[in-house]
């Protein structure tokens, strides 16, 4: 006769059997990048907060106080808020013109371009990329100038008389597109190449034009997606610096360069830390804003 042993195991409380090695929580694990997040961002922010409530003095320079008079300058002064609104009205601009170009770009990389060359047209997108801000917006200068480029190739059809694209907002226009578009189009490229194409055979299937299978089939799942690449465009749009500056030049004023202006030549650092506070306010608002209503017409439309 065979006699059969059972072995009982005994557990702690959280189930795990005894002598098993612990597991770090989620948020032991988080712990280091949580204070680097709040040491590195958090930190210079609130520093910033807390001289944006300081007193300016030519003399002094800041003086500490606990003051909104930096605020009330810029909600008094009509063109500080004339600024805000140029750079919003720009970055809506730009953002929805690469949202425009970067649609069939990307879906056509997705849909109707092989591996290898896919490879090689990505590639083309992103050296531009690889190029640094002030540079590629030189070149820009150099193209849009009244005796540039692109005066030179339309005068072959007969143009006469200066663009009048520097030192405007068409040629700043021009300028952020060309740096906008490849993040639009690369977020959008991964987008499309998620969503099964047995959709759109389905609805090909059932009598469905491509521009309906485009509409009701792909660009609503594609949402999140549209939404990630023009939120990126946007909050870089609002941000830029080069571009405003060189082809904009002195009398083009938008936020991030009258940010500057007063932290670095007016030397006016409280009320530069409040427009800065006051741009990334407004990023964030008008940001927080289009998610949400995004997100709800997503959810309508997955139900």
């Known amino acids: 006769m065979s006699t059969t042993e059972t072995f009982s195991v005994s557990r702690p409380p959280n189930g795990a059997p005894k002598g098993a090695p612990r597991r770090l929580g989620t948020p032991m694990l988080a712990t280091p990048a949580i204070i680097f997040v709040a040491i590195g961002l958090l930190a210079p922010l609130a520093l910033m907060l807390r001289n944006s409530l300081n007193h300016y003095d030519p003399t002094e320079l800041m003086i500490s106080a606990v003051t909104a008079e930096n605020y009330l300058k810029f909600f008094s002064d009509s063109f500080y808020q004339g600024v805000l609104w140029r750079t919003v009205w720009i970055s809506g601009l730009s953002t929805a013109i690469c949202l425009a170009a970067g649609v069939p770009v990307a879906y056509f990389l997705a849909r109707h371009v092989g591996d290898l060359a896919k490879r090689m047209l990505m590639i083309v997108i992103l050296v531009p990329l690889l190029i640094g801000n002030a540079v590629r917006t ?15 190739f339309l005068g072959l059809f007969g143009h006469k ?12 226009v021009i300028g952020l597109i060309s740096v906008l578009l490849p993040f639009m189009i690369i977020t959008l490229n991964s987008v499309f190449e998620s969503i099964d194409r047995n959709l759109e055979d389905a609805g090909e299937s059932l009598g469905a034009s491509h521009l309906t299978i485009m509409r009701r089939i792909v660009l609503p799942l594609a949402l999140p997606g549209i939404l990630s690449g023009s939120v990126l465009c946007f909050i870089l749009s609002m941000n830029a610096y080069a571009t405003p500056v060189l082809i904009g030049g002195p009398t083009f004023h938008m936020m991030a360069p009258t940010v500057y202006q007063q932290i670095a030549k007016v030397m006016n650092w409280p009320f530069g830390a409040a427009l800065a506070f006051i741009l990334m306010a407004v990023t964030l608002i008008l940001t927080v804003g289009v998610s949400v209503l995004v997100q709800r017409r997503y959810r309508k439309w997955s139900e």
């Open 138 to 152: 030189s070149a820009w200068m150099l193209i849009l100038n009244d005796k540039g480029v692109l005066a030179a």
């Open 161 to 172: 008389g200066p663009l009048g694209l520097m030192y405007s907002s068409a040629g700043v």
